[in-house]
């Protein structure tokens, strides 16, 4: 392993994927407060919230041109003070309209950030033939939830927007100051998009779609289980209980402990078959969600389905990243659009569904998704570990 490979910015990567969504986390810890204060139904909230996956989806291909051309470690620099502007918008909002704008303008720098970390993860598996996405993610999943802690515990001290500014300003900080340290490991058949030209559909290679295949219901399960795995319970709970919650963290807790272990179990049994295990456990769990078993069978359920879905997106990015040296950015950021796109509109769908048939069986709806995630596994076989000592000699040649 070369010296800009050397497991020190393994470290800063990590580290990275920790910091970014402290200023996400500050936010949501304030959402219950914005919506009284701007006096918004649920159903107002909801649309409002839309701001922030609307600017995902509209972005990411801009981020992926801006890392082609200029690097992660440039993007970093510049982006993560960004966020800490950006990330106080919300809590200035006066209506619905400026709340939704507000977010889309936030949601616009998370975007540019998060997609220069996969691409760089990416990046860095392929270079040096390591595995470390699925703890990356890991990573992300603390820091989020380590950034809503903080929010929560300096909410009698401090005011709501001195408590983002701390958040998103400190974690910036020390992001910007990573960055510094990390080596570009931009593929050296990359020009950027000057010399690339726009790519169609038809451009993206056969292989990316079957990957998109496996990761649509993997997302789609997570956007359903974080937005009505609390609802259900209450609904499976008798009435007045108050433990309707710990669904939500049962679920969390067994997806940050699957994507810390995933990267062990990748290298020990491939990622095809990886996936193959994860998704299984997901569809366990959604079957003892909609069995007619006692509810506290149900935390295991969602134990199942929170183990279940933990490497989906990860071992996606990698896939996506292996596919092509000159596209990597592009292709990760298409595989993020279709991801975030399916994990926004699977929660609406299922409070359609369980308007008309019930909770339990519009959870069981998302089963044949996870069916064909479960036939598309096998391509998720990267060929990162094979073309790693070609790329490891272009790094030692940069």
């Known amino acids: 392993m070369t010296p800009t490979l050397s497991p020190r910015t393994v470290r800063l990567i990590?580290?990275?994927?920790?910091?970014h969504p402290f200023a996400l986390g500050g936010w949501f810890a304030q959402i219950p407060l914005v919506q009284a204060n701007l006096g918004l139904t649920n159903a107002q909230l909801a649309l409002a919230l839309l701001g922030m996956p609307v600017a995902f989806i509209t972005m990411s291909k801009l981020a992926a041109k801006v890392v082609d051309r200029y690097g992660a470690p440039f993007v970093f620099i510049t982006v993560f003070p960004l966020q800490t502007a950006t990330a106080l918008f919300p809590l200035y909002a006066i209506s619905q309209l400026t709340l939704f704008a507000a977010l889309v303008i936030f949601g616009s720098a998370v975007?540019?950030?998060s997609v220069a970390l996969n691409v760089y993860a990416g990046q860095y598996e392929k270079a040096s033939g390591a595995s470390v996405m699925n703890r990356c993610h890991g990573f992300w999943a603390l820091g989020l939830m380590v950034g809503s802690l903080l929010a929560a515990t300096l909410a009698k001290p401090l005011s709501p927007d001195l408590i983002i500014l701390v958040l998103a300003a400190s974690s910036a900080a020390v992001a910007m100051w990573s960055a510094r340290s990390l080596p570009d490991l931009k593929p050296q058949t990359s020009q950027g998009p000057q010399s690339t030209p726009r790519?169609?559909?038809?451009?993206?290679?056969?292989?990316?779609?079957?990957?998109?295949?496996?990761v649509v219901s993997v997302t789609m399960t997570e956007g359903?289980?974080?937005?009505?795995?609390a609802v259900y319970m209450a609904e499976r709970l008798p009435e007045g209980a108050t433990t309707a919650g710990l669904a939500i963290?049962?679920?969390?807790?067994?997806l940050a402990f699957g994507r810390f272990v995933g990267d062990f179990l990748k290298v020990r049994i491939g990622a095809a078959n990886l996936a193959r295990?994860?998704?299984?456990?997901?569809?366990?769990?959604?079957?003892?969600?909609?069995?007619?078993l006692p509810p506290i069978v149900a935390f295991a359920g969602f134990a199942c389905i929170g183990l279940g879905v933990s490497v989906g997106f990860p071992l996606a990015v990698s896939a996506a990243a292996a596919l092509e040296d000159a596209h990597d950015a592009d292709n990760i950021a298409f595989l993020s659009i279709i991801a975030v796109g399916s994990n926004v509109i699977a929660p609406p769908i299922i409070g359609l569904l369980a308007d008309s048939i019930g909770m339990t069986f519009a959870l069981a709806a998302l089963l044949p998704g996870l069916c064909l995630s479960l036939i598309m596994a096998r391509h998720l076989s990267s060929n990162a570990l094979r073309t790693a000592p070609a790329r490891s000699k272009q790094v030692d040649a940069a």
């Open 14 to 19: 990590m580290a990275l994927f920790f910091l």
């Open 111 to 113: 975007a540019f950030l």
């Open 199 to 214: 790519r169609k559909l038809r451009d993206y290679p056969s292989a990316l779609f079957l990957i998109v295949l496996f």
């Open 224 to 229: 359903a289980m974080t937005n009505w795995g």
């Open 249 to 254: 963290t049962v679920y969390s807790g067994s």
């Open 277 to 292: 295990l994860t998704v299984g456990i997901a569809i366990l769990g959604i079957l003892l969600l909609v069995a007619p």
